[in-house]
């Protein structure tokens, strides 16, 4: 196997740690809905994880300084994008595979549009 030359492994176990500390810090208690399923049910899922991604990239640098807690968000909102988006389900060539995430709405067509799309 392969050995990581950029520090590689304990960043993803840096991501790993901020993402599973989410879960502890969110408004609601457990098994109650959260924001993202609420966006997710108006269809809007995709568009708020790419705005929020940017918006915490655009931060890094300006507020607070160059911090950790910036990329960690923005990667977490592009992890979320992977999850909604169903790309987890797509091969290289384009065809779409089965995979079993275990995950409720992981790999599903998007909910419909409660609302028009407004550019």
């Keep these: ?3 990581c030359k950029y520090n590689e492994e ?3 176990e840096k991501i790993h740690d901020y993402v599973m500390s989410t879960y502890q810090g969110h408004y609601v ?3 109650e809905i959260q924001t993202f399923d ?3 049910t108006l269809g809007i899922s995709e568009e708020v994880c790419i705005g929020t991604a940017i918006k915490y990239l655009m931060r890094f640098g300006k507020k607070d300084g ?3 807690k910036d990329l960690l968000k923005s990667i977490h909102y592009t992890i979320l994008l992977i999850h909604y ?3 987890m389900n797509e091969t290289h060539n384009g065809k779409v595979e089965s995979v079993n995430t275990n995950n ?3 790999g599903r067509q ?3 549009r409660l609302r028009p799309k407004t550019r």
Excluded: F
């Design 104 to 106: 409720g709405s992981r």
């Design 110 to 112: 998007p909910a419909k």
């Design 66 to 68: 160059k911090n950790l």
């Design 38 to 40: 609420v966006w997710d």
């Design 29 to 31: 208690g457990k098994g």
């Design 1 to 3: 196997m392969a050995e």
């Design 85 to 87: 988006s169903g790309v």
């Design 10 to 12: 304990a960043i993803l």
